[in-house]
């Protein structure tokens, strides 16, 4: 019996994710499995794949053929590189201990690129929410001073007529009440001439007296 080892999808629309399943050749897409492998989830960055290892390879060494995007996951997690290392043990070039260390190995150097992958998307995650807070500051700060400019009362328009008007206004008050002054000093001058003239009139007839 052909078998392959292959995805079969789960999920919702738009959001699948599959199941690493080793199946016969000539069952539907997602009817019945022989056994489940593993699981892919490409919805998650970086994507979620278990897999089981050992089994995998045993479904390798009796002849299952990957399809080409179960072996991109299946070398990705080191399946590959086991199942090569293990025919390197049947034919006696590897111990069994000497497979076993160079694919701890591995997987120590693969979990470490794995491990910095992550630590720069979150540091990556973390600068876009540093950005994206001080503009939503800056935003926020500017529609403050909007509100506070638009609360405060509005100066009156001032026209240049208003202003003549004013003026003409304010200078006449002064002008009659320098002609009030004028007017009252005059007053006050009049009766003085008036009593230097009367001695005058009253000294001639005294005059005509002693002449007598």
Known sequence: M???IRLQRHGKKGK?????????????????????LGIYNPNTNPATIEVKVDNSVEWLNNGAQPTDTARA???YKGVLLKHHLMGG???GALTEEQAEEKFNAWMVEKEKA???KVSGLDKAKADAKAVALAAEKEINEKRAAEAAAAALPEAPEVVEGEIEVTEAAEEAPVSALDAAVAEAK?????????????PKKEAA???SKEEE
């Open 89 to 91: 043990v049947r034919k």
């Open 2 to 4: 052909p078998v392959k």
């Open 16 to 36: 699948p994710f599959y199941w690493i399943v080793a199946a016969d050749s000539r069952a539907k897409r997602d009817g019945k499995f022989l056994e489940k």
């Open 205 to 207: 007839p005294e005059a």
């Open 73 to 75: 996951i299946l070398s």
């Open 114 to 116: 794995v491990a910095s």
């Open 186 to 198: 005059g007053e006050v001058a009049a009766p003085t001439e008036v009593v230097e003239e009367a």
